[in-house]
């Protein structure tokens, strides 16, 4: 059974508006970084990682951080391509 992007997402296509930093948060969240690990990343307290994605979470009306990263990869605002390995 495959599922209808449109009640995953929910019923409007338009995608809310994610800052930089919160795709970027997601972004590290998708790659299988821990907050505690994209702090070294980003230059960014652990709280400013955490704002960034409970707003993420908040405006894709994810129930949770991997509910709001699929969402976020469904609507591209996220790239879900592996380009960290070569085959």
Do not use: F, W, Y
């Amino acid at each position: 059974m495959m599922t209808d992007t449109h009640l995953a997402i929910g019923d409007r296509l338009i995608s809310p508006i994610l800052t930089d930093r919160e795709i970027h948060c997601l972004t590290l969240v998708a790659e299988g970084r821990k907050p505690d690990e994209a702090v070294n990343g980003l230059a960014l307290s652990r709280s400013e990682i955490d704002v960034a994605l409970t707003s993420a979470r908040i405006k894709l009306n994810a129930s949770n951080l991997l509910h709001a990263v699929s969402i976020a990869m469904l609507i591209g605002a996220i790239d879900h391509s592996d380009q960290t390995h070569s085959e």
